[in-house]
């Protein structure tokens, strides 16, 4: 008889619980991600309903790599 089956089971089982936490963080990343994109989207509603706050200026950026047209 050899030893190596019981380490072969717990490395079986073990990788399994790996793999099972790992799917349970991808959940919670996927989550977090979600929230994030809501509260920017909800930030970006509010700030173009309303209007610009004292001394705030609205800037055009140029691309310096573009030709001028």
Not at 10 to 18: A, F, I, P, R, S
Not at 28 to 56: T, Y
């Amino acid at each position: 008889m050899t030893r190596a089956l019981p380490l072969l089971e717990w490395g079986v089982q073990t990788g399994m619980e790996y793999k099972a936490m790992y799917f349970q963080l991808a959940a919670k990343v996927a989550d977090a991600l979600d929230i994030l994109l809501k509260a920017q989207q909800e930030g970006e509603v509010q700030f173009m309903n309303g209007e610009p706050g004292p001394g705030l200026k609205v800037l055009a950026i140029q691309d310096e790599n573009r030709d001028s047209e």
